[in-house]
Antibody
């Protein structure tokens, strides 16, 4: 059974930083692309970032480029999202999602981590 | 960026009715269009990949069709458990984008 478990969410002030982690199991983590997709309260899905299985290729939405960094540790089956210079509009639930390849559907999703950016 | 526009935004449907949701892309995306279901308080679940391929374990009443810029998700004989918001998603190019969602309510 595929499982994805996010952690690291919380309340942070504008301009602050937070690091999310997502631990995967039940699939071949090292060959899977991993995505972060967020959802603002009461809104739709918003793609944030993707990393290839090797970690050699990364992609970002323009809205987070230069502020967020995606990375992975295949020895620990974990993907990370380092978020800096956070803004109130970054508030929402952050989902990690597994995909077979960089450009493919998100087959499985975690339960989400809530990030609240507020003073 | 490729814009995905879903219609309608909201549907109120009685059980056993047939439901059709449309997703239009601002430019051709071939067949790299996927559909997800998100129930309240839950994470999204993949229903249909590459326009028409059912994902593992998805009930047969869900089907997808289309290509290029026009895609549809069909739910034959809606059940009460299908109350959810449905999203289309394109993975043709970055940035990947999602439609705005279609909320399906059961009457």
């Amino acid at each position: 059974e595929v499982q994805l478990l996010e952690s690291g969410g919380g309340l942070v002030q504008p301009g602050g930083s937070l690091r999310l982690a997502c631990a995967g199991s039940g699939f071949d983590f090292s060959i899977s692309a991993m995505n972060w997709v967020r959802q603002a309260p009461g809104k739709g899905l918003d793609w944030v970032s993707t990393i290839s299985g090797s970690g050699g290729s990364t992609y970002y939405a323009d809205s987070v480029k230069g502020r967020f960094t995606i990375s992975r540790d295949n020895s620990k089956n974990t993907v990370f999202l380092q978020m800096s210079s956070l803004r109130t509009e970054d508030t929402g639930v952050y989902y990690c999602a597994q995909a077979p390849r960089v450009v493919s559907p998100c087959d499985y999703w975690g339960q989400g981590a809530l990030v609240t950016v507020s003073s | 960026d490729i814009v995905l526009t879903q219609s309608p935004d909201f549907l109120s449907v009685t059980p056993k009715e047939k439901v059709t949701i449309t997703c239009r892309a601002s430019e051709s995306i071939g067949g790299t269009l996927h559909w997800y279901q998100q129930k309240p308080g839950q994470s999204p679940k993949l229903l249909i990949k590459y326009a028409s391929q059912s994902f593992s374990g998805v009930p047969s009443r869900f089907s997808g069709s289309g290509s290029a810029t026009h895609f549809t998700l069909t739910i034959d004989s809606l059940e009460a458990e299908d109350a959810a918001t449905y999203y289309c998603h394109q993975s043709t190019e970055f940035p990947q984008t999602f439609g705005q969602g279609t909320k399906v309510e059961i009457k």
